[in-house]
């Protein structure tokens, strides 16, 4: 699910690929909810809906470990 | 006088997000009997690598119907300092909304800005032109945020599609409705389908899920679609990402 570039865990799955971003997120300790209108995705965990996801062009990293 | 507010860079992890900013700064304003301020767009910004933002890059923008143009700059500048989250590197854009304006020069900026990579210079410059009908102000860190100001504003002001900040929540015991029934109720101008086709008002939509309006055309616009048959308000994973 996950690559690594420059250290840090970029998503495989691109900006669309649902049902595996909630899983993940449901699978992690971290989760937490962004803001309202920066929700993207209809479940309400999900990778795509967490405040340290940082988009990239064609996915986005997961900050988690550089934030907390 | 009818203005556009803009902010940007304003928030943290930790922090409030920019578009809840907006909408109590814009608030705060009002209680303070400088105006009425009216609904948040969010523009989507360049998603680059090399752009400090914090995770998504986007700038919110209102318009706000003021009789004191100076003492609603002060305030909302003052906000700013005394509530972005420390660290940030916020800007503010306010611009004279009217339509007598030619605002195609901040329009084509705030396009590049969901682009390419621009500058603080490239923002000033554009903003230049319009003398007194725009201020530009940095409230911390870098000031970087000025950039994002003056593209929502710009892209507000020539009417470019944008997410209105807020959800459309289903009514309890009320599944289905018509189109028309739906515009009336959640104050849409317009109500399209996926090909942005004008939707017949007699058609009849099940609404069960959230959704949420965008700016097209100038207009609080609802998007719907079918599935299986069945005519609904867009769910937000339909809605294009970035």
């Known amino acids: 699910m996950w690559d690594t570039v420059d250290g840090m865990p970029v998503w495989q799955g691109g900006k669309t690929d649902w049902a595996a971003a909630a899983q993940a997120a449901e699978n992690c300790g971290a989760f937490r909810a962004d803001c309202e209108e920066e929700c993207v995705a209809d479940d309400d965990v999900s990778c795509y809906n967490c405040r340290f996801r940082r988009w990239t062009r064609d996915s986005f990293v997961c900050m988690k470990e550089r934030c907390l | ?242």
């Open chain 2, 1 to 242: 006088m009818n203005l556009f507010l803009c902010i940007d860079d304003t928030d943290d992890l930790d922090s409030i997000g920019t578009g809840e900013l907006l909408e109590n700064m814009r608030d705060a304003a009002a209680a303070r009997g400088l105006g009425q301020g009216g609904f948040i767009v969010r523009y989507q910004l360049l998603i680059d690598e090399t752009i400090p933002y914090t995770s998504h890059n986007s700038s919110m923008c209102c318009t706000f119907e003021t009789h004191d143009r100076d003492a609603l700059t002060a305030f909302c500048q003052s906000y700013l300092e005394a509530n972005c989250a420390e660290g940030s590197d916020p800007g503010l854009c306010i611009l004279t909304n009217n339509s007598g304006l030619d605002y195609t020069v901040l329009t084509a900026f705030g396009k590049r800005a969901q682009t390419e990579v621009v500058s603080k210079r490239d923002a000033y410059a554009a903003a230049a032109a319009f003398g007194s009908d725009v201020s530009l102000s940095e409230h911390g860190g870098t000031g970087i945020g000025v950039i994002g100001a003056l593209a929502g504003a710009g892209l507000r002001a020539g009417r470019q599609e944008g997410r209105i900040k807020g959800k459309l929540h289903p009514l309890p015991g009320r599944p289905t409705m018509t189109a028309g029934e739906f515009a009336a109720l959640y104050a849409l101008s317009q109500l399209v389908d996926t090909n942005g086709q004008p939707v017949d008002p007699q058609r009849v939509l099940t609404f069960t899920e959230p959704t949420k309006a965008v700016f097209r055309d100038g207009m609080v616009t609802g998007v719907v679609c079918c599935e299986n048959g069945v005519w609904k308000p867009l769910p937000k994973r339909k809605k294009e990402k970035q």
